[in-house]
């Protein structure tokens, strides 16, 4: 069984709860951030082994919140359907992942960039 702490940041009321359990199926402890401003105060207060951040969120954008769990040496993956809105360096600093993403391709780069932190 897994152990890996991940924090989950996807606004999206359907989505969310279903990157949450697929997350924990796999043996991963998820903790959730709705917007922007939540998932910062979790990233202040915890640690996590990567950090899974929808790229557009009511209050702000995922490499926000990319660029903060940077500063603090964990792993990231920017999970986005909206590619065109961000600029090329961000995709230079960070992985992204497009939406739609298969269940079993979000696992292995999850799995993958779990593995490169160790």
Not at 4 to 17: A, F, T
Not at 72 to 90: A, E, K, M, S
Request: net charge negative; aromatic share 6%.
């Amino acid at each position: 069984m897994r152990s890996n702490r991940i924090l989950l940041v996807e606004d999206h009321p359907d989505v969310r709860p279903m990157l949450e359990q697929m997350l924990s199926g796999e043996g991963y402890r998820v903790d959730v951030a709705a917007t922007a401003l939540q998932a910062a105060s979790l990233l202040e207060a915890s640690c996590y082994d990567l950090v899974l951040t929808d790229g557009v969120l009511p209050d702000g954008d995922g490499v926000a919140i990319a660029d903060q769990a940077k500063a603090q040496d964990t792993p990231v993956l920017i999970l986005t359907g909206y590619g065109p809105r961000f600029h090329r360096d961000d995709f230079e600093r960070h992985e992204f992942v497009t939406k739609p993403v298969r269940t079993a391709d979000l696992l292995a780069a999850v799995a993958r960039k779990l593995a490169a932190a160790r």
